[in-house]
C-alpha cells in the first residue's frame, strides 16, 4: 500500500464525490470557508487513517465531522457573534431579495447552540432522519428532537423568516 | 415551494475548488512526522537519562557506545478502580487535575452492580479531554457550606490517565455530590463535560459509550 492518500482503493473518489457536500455542511456549521476546510480536513484524515476498516465511509465521515465540532468548535471559534445587520422589518420586494434571506438565515444559525446548529444542518440540509441524526452526534432521538424544537424557534423569531413563512416557505 | 433545506443550502457562498486529497496527504505526512519527532524525542530522552544514570553508577558500557536503542514508548496498562469514591463539596488544593501529556486514557462507568460496568479506553485527542477538566472551576460554588451529597444513585465515572514515565492518575466524576477530583483536587460546574468530550471521541472511532443523565 503506498503512504499517500489515494492509495487505497476509493478513497480519491469518495473524497471527490462527497466532500464539496461535507464542505458546505461545514460551512453552515462554523460560517466560515476556512474554518469549514478545517473541519472537513479532520474528518477526512480521521477517514483515512480508518479506511480499511469503515462500512460507511460517508456515515463514519459525517460522524467525525459532527461530533469535531460539537465537542471542539465550541470552544476553539465561540468567538463568533451574531449578525446585527439583518432588519427587524421586511417588505415584499426585501423578501424577494436573496441577499437578505441569506443574511438572515445566517444570523439567525450564528444565534443557535453548536448543537442545535448540528442539528439543523443535519435535518434540514443533509435530510438525516431523526435517527440519522442521533447517530451522527452520538446523542438519543429525544435529544435531536428537542434541539430541532428549539432551534426551529429560533429561526421562526426572525422577522424575514417569518415573512417567508407567510408566504408559504415551509419552516 | 421553497423549504428550509434550500433556504440552507442558498445561505452557502460559492466556496473555492481544493485539492482536498492532496491536502489530506500533508496532514497525514505531518502527524507521522509529529509523531516521529515524539517517539524521537523520547527516545533521546531515555537514551540521556540511562547514559547519566550509568555514569552516575560507574558502570557505563564502552564496548559498543554507538548502539542504537531500540524505540521505546511506555503506554501503561490502565484498570478501572473497583470502587467508586464520593467527594464532597469543598475548596480543593490548588493544581490541574491531569496533565495533557498523558499517553492513554480510560472511560469508566459505574451505577448499579459494582465495579465499572463499561469501560474504554483512547490513545489519541487527550488533552482535549484534559483540558475539558483543567477549565472546570476551583472555585466552591456554593454561599454556604455542603456536607453531604445528595444526588444519590446518579453514574459515577472514572477517568484514568496514563503518563509516558507510566504513572497513572485516576480522576473521579461524581455525580452524587457535584464534584470533578484528584485526591483534593476539586472542581465544581459542569462536570460531565470531560466525559462527554471523552465519549465523543469514543464515539467518532467507532464505539458506543452509554449517554450521559440529561442527554436523553
Redesign the interface.
Known amino acids: 500500500m503506498r503512504?499517500?492518500?489515494?492509495s487505497p482503493e476509493g478513497?480519491?473518489e469518495f473524497?471527490?464525490e462527497r466532500?464539496?457536500s461535507l464542505?458546505?455542511a461545514a460551512?453552515?456549521l462554523t460560517g466560515d470557508?476556512h474554518k469549514?476546510?478545517d473541519l472537513?480536513?479532520v474528518a477526512?484524515?480521521?477517514l483515512?487513517?480508518?479506511w480499511s476498516?469503515v462500512d460507511e465511509p460517508g456515515a463514519?465521515a459525517r460522524?467525525?465531522l459532527y461530533?469535531?465540532y460539537?465537542?471542539?468548535w465550541r470552544?476553539r471559534w465561540r468567538a463568533e457573534t451574531p449578525s446585527a445587520a439583518v432588519p427587524d422589518t421586511v417588505t415584499r420586494d426585501d423578501v424577494a431579495g436573496?441577499a437578505v434571506?441569506?443574511l438572515a438565515?445566517?444570523a439567525r444559525?450564528a444565534r443557535l447552540s453548536s448543537r442545535q446548529r448540528a442539528v439543523?444542518?443535519l435535518r434540514?440540509?443533509e435530510?438525516c432522519s431523526v435517527e440519522e441524526a442521533a447517530r451522527a452526534l452520538?446523542?438519543?432521538t429525544?435529544?435531536i428532537k428537542t434541539h430541532t424544537s428549539r432551534a426551529l424557534a429560533v429561526?421562526r423569531e426572525d422577522a424575514v423568516?417569518r415573512t417567508?413563512m407567510e408566504e408559504?416557505?415551509?419552516? | 415551494?421553497?423549504?428550509?433545506?434550500d433556504?440552507?443550502?442558498?445561505?452557502?457562498?460559492e466556496?473555492?475548488e481544493?485539492d482536498?486529497?492532496a491536502?489530506?496527504?500533508r496532514?497525514?505526512?505531518r502527524?507521522r512526522r509529529a509523531r516521529g519527532v515524539v517517539a524521537t524525542g523520547l527516545v533521546v530522552a531515555l537514551t540521556a537519562g540511562a547514559l547519566a544514570g550509568a555514569q552516575l553508577f560507574g558502570s557505563v558500557r564502552e564496548e559498543n557506545p554507538v548502539a542504537t536503542p531500540p524505540p521505546i514508548v511506555i503506554v501503561p496498562t490502565l484498570d478501572c478502580p473497583a470502587e467508586v469514591q464520593h467527594k464532597p463539596p469543598r475548596q480543593g488544593t490548588e493544581g490541574p487535575v491531569a496533565d495533557e501529556s498523558a499517553v492513554n486514557a480510560l472511560l469508566c462507568v459505574y451505577g448499579g452492580p459494582p465495579g465499572a460496568y463499561y469501560r474504554a479506553e483512547i490513545r489519541h485527542d487527550i488533552a482535549?479531554v484534559v483540558r475539558a477538566m483543567n477549565?472546570l472551576s476551583a472555585e466552591y460554588p456554593y454561599p454556604y457550606k455542603v456536607d453531604g451529597c445528595r444526588a444519590i444513585g446518579l453514574a459515577h465515572y472514572a477517568i484514568v490517565f496514563g503518563y509516558p514515565d507510566g504513572t497513572r492518575h485516576q480522576v473521579r466524576v461524581d455525580l452524587n455530590c457535584g464534584t470533578l477530583f484528584r485526591d483534593d483536587v476539586i472542581r465544581f460546574g459542569d462536570i460531565t463535560r470531560p466525559v462527554?468530550?471523552f465519549?465523543?471521541?469514543v464515539?467518532?472511532?467507532?464505539g458506543e459509550p452509554p449517554?450521559l443523565p440529561g442527554?436523553?
Open positions: 503512504s499517500d492518500p489515494g478513497f480519491a473524497v471527490a466532500s464539496d464542505v458546505r460551512w453552515l470557508e469549514a476546510e472537513v480536513q477526512l484524515v480521521r483515512w487513517e480508518r476498516k463514519y460522524r467525525v461530533t469535531t460539537v465537542t471542539w470552544r436573496d434571506v441569506r438565515v445566517r444559525l439543523v444542518v434540514y440540509f435530510d452520538g446523542c438519543s429525544g435529544s429561526l423568516l417567508l408559504g416557505v415551509v419552516l | 415551494m421553497k423549504g428550509l433545506r433556504l440552507l443550502a442558498d445561505a452557502v457562498p466556496l473555492p481544493v482536498r486529497v491536502e489530506v496527504g496532514r497525514v505526512r502527524r482535549t477549565d462527554e468530550v465519549a465523543a471521541i464515539r467518532a472511532d467507532g449517554y442527554d436523553r
